[in-house]
């Protein structure tokens, strides 16, 4: 819904008395920075999230729906603005009667018929002397904007789980990979130690357990497909697409990039679409608490317009049987059981949970930027660690079977070196996946736009 992006960028970016955000965050950024980055999607330099968040963007019925609230948000805005202009509507009256006048003339029942026609136009017109109807008016165009934040804030979020699930996906297929190929090495090892276990060169402790192991790494398999079936379905379900688990993917996941520019704390409360949002629903239950006061007032309304009556229905067009009325209306409420001020109070209180929710808001938003910040150069760091670790574990398994082919060792350090080089590789693929989602997380609690609006 490209239409709908394009228009309403007037946001109030006023903050509530009582809040001030902090000039700068409080995480260091270790991290280097690339300030040529538009987009967030492109700066992963993968040319299939870029196609798949479009596709999503294009076919998503949640999105969609949230789209119909706009729409719904814009004839709103419309209706309310029709309420300063004066209300005209058109007439057309007639009647046919018949009277019988019984004892009139002595022995005689004497009847007749008569017709009255009537041609009206009603024009009323309610005196916006007070800036009522105007103020309705605002509230009406401040909660479209509001609901047009709110389909960016979706469109936003829908980027966000495309690309989470795509390389959630992506980490999937290459754990099947890694399992299938542990599976192999330990189908390897199962069978040299049950043809030494036949020739009796290998204990029964030694096959057995050899064997539990094989089929532990089997389980193993079918548990990271089940994962891998399950990320592909919800990827395809976010697409729109009929989740049938089929996807191509890539082979291995891409390497985090320069992060992207980091704003300001109060640079990132005018990004962020959903906190725009809020901020233009605070100025809505403004407006609402003065309309609430505007209604103590008295309103001034005038009514009437031209019309023409007439015994023939041919004669309403005839300029002399025209005839109009005009009447003014003074209404001064004075007693309406407490309603009015009850309104007053109850605007009041709309208005102060709106400020408290945009502040309760902001202070997420800032909670999401310090812990992706933080988690950034933690996770950078821990992956460095992770690879000493999955490298040294798969020497250490290799040497291990070398020693137990030799009698120097024995097949349960033998097969435990193997197992924990196996969780090694896993738990790394598993860490770059998580600094990717990290880098999307930090994109999204940026404010970062996804992609243009229109390609």
Request: with cysteine; aromatic share 6%; net charge positive.
């Amino acid at each position: 819904m490209p239409a709908l992006t394009g228009c309403w960028r007037n946001v109030d970016n006023s903050h509530p008395p009582g809040f001030s955000p902090p000039q700068s965050w409080s995480t260091p950024t270790a991290v280097h920075i690339d300030a040529n980055v538009s987009y967030w999607t492109k700066s992963f330099g993968d040319a299939n999230l870029t196609a798949l968040v479009r596709e999503a963007w294009t076919n998503s019925p949640d999105l969609s729906g949230t789209a119909r609230m706009v729409e719904m948000a814009r004839e709103q805005a419309v209706m309310a603005g029709a309420d300063r202009l004066p209300q005209a509507s058109l007439g057309l009256s007639g009647t046919r009667s018949k009277r019988n006048l019984v004892g009139f003339l002595p022995g005689k029942n004497v009847s007749f018929t008569s017709e009255n026609y009537g041609l009206n136009m009603n024009v009323s017109w309610e005196l916006d002397l007070w800036g009522k109807q105007s103020d309705s008016r605002k509230v009406a165009e401040t909660s479209l904007e509001a609901s047009v934040e709110d389909y960016r804030a979706a469109r936003l979020s829908l980027a966000g789980q495309v690309a989470k699930a795509w390389y959630s996906a992506i980490e999937g297929r290459r754990q099947v990979e890694l399992a299938y190929e542990t599976e192999q090495s330990h189908a390897k090892n199962a069978s040299y130690i049950a043809k030494r276990f036949e020739r009796g060169l290998a204990n029964a402790l030694d096959h057995n357990l050899a064997q539990a192991a094989l089929a532990s790494t089997r389980a193993s398999q079918v548990r990271k497909k089940r994962q891998l079936d399950l990320a592909t379905r919800t990827l395809q379900t976010l697409l729109g697409r009929h989740p049938n688990g089929n996807e191509t993917l890539p082979l291995e996941l891409p390497e985090p990039r320069k992060a992207p520019p980091i704003s300001p704390p109060v640079q990132t409360l005018e990004q962020r679409p959903d906190l725009r949002a809020k901020r233009l629903r605070m100025k809505s239950a403004g407006l609402e608490k003065t309309i609430a006061r505007k209604n103590l007032l008295p309103s001034i309304s005038l009514t009437g317009g031209p019309g023409s009556r007439s015994q023939e229905f041919n004669d309403l067009l005839d300029q002399q049987f025209r005839i109009w009325s005009v009447t003014g209306n003074l209404m001064q409420p004075i007693f309406q059981g407490g309603r009015l001020r009850a309104n007053i109070r109850r605007t009041e209180a709309v208005r102060l949970a709106s400020i408290d929710s945009y502040k309760a808001a902001a202070l997420k938003a800032f909670r999401e930027v310090e812990t992706t910040l933080a988690s950034e150069s933690l996770l950078q760091e821990e992956e460095f660690r992770l690879k000493e670790a999955a490298k040294a574990a798969l020497t250490a398994a290799d040497l291990s079977w070398a020693r137990y082919q030799r009698g120097l060792e024995g097949i349960f350090s033998t097969l435990e070196s193997r197992r924990r080089a196996f969780e090694a590789e896993s738990h790394l693929l598993s860490l770059r996946r998580e600094r990717l989602l990290n880098r999307i997380d930090l994109h999204l609690a940026l404010g970062d736009e996804a992609l243009p609006e229109n390609p």
